[in-house]
């Protein structure tokens, strides 16, 4: 499959850093943008983010090999409704939600015959929001989630693969429940740890505060309504996550109430030498310093 | 008070700092190192942090007007001991443990009529350990935070914080209580959840970590035995935390369950706000970027 046309729906950071990188990367694409901003839409233009825009989805999808959904989550059902019966025969649709099942369930159930769903998870981003702060090299070495089903069309599978390739991405597959299970331990917990972890403070101990609790907690400076949406729709999954951390730190109030100090050495000595040898592995991955 | 001997009592990452430092700050002031690795002493004397060591605490002390303790907490109880007949009359003993309560009370109970101690806790530092990564510049800009009580010595505690001020500190003072009990919010607790977040993971979660996750766990990549120390010695603060945080999941665990989107909503919509405040200060303050 050629692509030749790409549709990206949401213009922000991501579906802007999707149109930088795919120009540089894929000779003579065509990225047609779509947002309800009209002024986002420009700029994307003026940064060569995007070569144009359509304020309806139905234009914006007109004739894509592949159309990518940028927007939050939230917003999916909606706009597959819109596109259905817009799609040429054999494009392919994709997205960046980082839950999976529900969105590869409404993809696969919504979209006509000979047209193909296909998750992924592009694992880049940043703090940052808007157009403005778009780059091509978001993509460089990160990780890209795919999540095929028994539905999954082969050929748009290996289609949508090569393209996040092409942007200098790393892939592996893993079924929407494993990606929602695993991204619940690693990424929805850590992210609701920080956001209580910052709440809890008091205005004195926040003035204490040094590198390391902005480190933790930089993670927490997310949009609300954006993660909203994640946690929500992984709500099993981070409750039991949720429950993990408790067991945890129970494990830990037991030996401080127990006065268990090599054993509380023992404890933290684990995580010290784990988060070592992580460090040493995303060095080499993800060539950070 | 004019400081012309300083001994530093552990020459690792943080007495090696305190000796350059002080060498570049100070004209003509005469570094002692004591340590019992011959190797890191030398070592020490090769890249400047001390002038010369002694193997003995009680040579190490002699003549000195400031004496600082960096050794992990757990030694402060014998080195004070050893000291004690030692110390010139005047001279002032402070040192570099992050909890402050029992090291004040051991300070202030054991050293003779005519010494004088003062807490403080420099709030500068780095996961690399040894004496090859001390830096003169370690301290620009941090918080040092000094901990009188009702026996301080005036003229002391102003020469401590006039010290710490010379090597590029903000200073501030805080009675030992409320330092603990800050600090166990602010940095305790954050550590003991980034050691169980890291633990709990699988390891196909960790295979997923992204710079997030990197960022939320980096404290907990610090030494065991260094950190159990702070832990169990300030255990009752840490449990109060625990219990804290404990409660905000309790929350998230209620917005969750009864999918209360908008709530959840704003829960982290404060976390956001407040987190974006926090940086905001802290980047003029640390002149981080």
């Given amino acids: 499959m050629v692509i030749r046309r790409i549709s990206v729906l949401g213009v922000g950071l991501l579906g802007g850093s999707i149109g930088l990188a795919a120009k540089s990367a894929l000779n003579g694409v065509e990225i047609v943008g779509y947002g309800h901003r009209k002024v986002t839409l420009l700029r994307a233009v003026e940064i060569g983010a995007i070569d144009r825009f359509a304020t309806k989805v139905t234009e914006a999808v007109e004739g894509a090999d592949l159309v990518i959904l940028c927007t939050p989550v939230g917003v999916f059902e909606g706009l597959v409704g819109e596109m259905a019966n817009s799609l ?9 939600g980082r839950t999976k099942r529900s969105v590869v369930v409404l993809g696969e159930a919504n979209l006509p015959e000979g047209v193909h769903f296909v998750g992924s998870h592009p694992m880049a981003g940043s703090e940052k929001r808007g157009v403005e702060f778009a780059r091509a090299d978001l993509f460089a070495n990160a990780l890209c989630i795919l999540t095929p089903t028994v539905k999954t069309d082969k050929e748009a599978l290996e289609a949508v693969e090569g393209f996040w390739k092409g942007l200098g991405m ?95 050495a023992k404890w933290l000595d684990r995580a010290a030498t784990r988060r070592a040898k992580l460090h040493e592995q995303k060095l080499k991955e993800l060539n950070l310093d």
């Fill in 88 to 96: 040429k025969a054999g494009a392919v649709v994709s997205d960046w």
């Fill in 170 to 264: 790393r892939t592996t597959r893993l079924s929407p429940q494993e990606n929602d299970q695993l991204l619940a331990e690693v990424s929805h917990l850590p992210h609701a740890l920080a956001a209580a972890l910052v709440t809890l403070q008091s205005e004195k101990a926040l003035n204490l505060a040094g590198k390391g609790f902005l480190d933790a907690t930089r993670i927490a400076g997310g949009d609300g309504a954006l993660w909203r949406d994640i946690l929500m729709d992984n709500r099993d999954n981070l409750l039991a996550a949720i429950a993990e951390l408790k067991k945890r730190l129970g494990e830990l109030e037991g030996l401080l109430s127990g006065e268990e100090r090599e054993e509380l």
